[in-house]
């Protein structure tokens, strides 16, 4: 899941998420956080915790199918964030997060 961008300016943000396959449902969620990418409290599924301490999530998508395209616009203050999938499959036993399914995003003052 890479953006167009990794940094956009503060104010309202409109992320455009396609879920480009080639099968698992996905999500999208913009985690504002201090903390490293690929250092989010986590469940012991592996799957961030999103009440967890230090981060706050500001919006989300869920369940973006293969193939669709949804919009989430947020309004986002200064700062750094983590945009990431937080899909738990729990056939597959994967937490999408600790596949790699993040990426850092900055806002500008
Ligand atoms: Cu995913």
Request: hydrophobic share 35%.
């Amino acid at each position: 899941m890479l953006p167009a961008s990794d940094s956009a300016p503060a104010g309202s943000v409109t992320f455009q998420v396609t879920n480009t396959g080639p099968e698992d449902v996905h999500e999208f969620v913009v985690v504002k956080t201090d903390l490293d990418p690929g250092s989010l409290p986590t469940e012991e599924t592996g799957a961030v915790s999103e009440a967890g301490t230090g981060l706050e999530v500001i919006g989300e998508i869920e369940d973006v199918a293969v193939g669709s395209t949804q919009e989430l616009t947020v309004t986002l203050a200064p700062g750094k964030y983590v945009l990431l999938c937080n899909i738990y499959d729990e056939t597959e036993k994967e937490a999408h997060y600790k596949m790699g399914m993040r990426t850092p995003f900055t806002i500008n003052g």
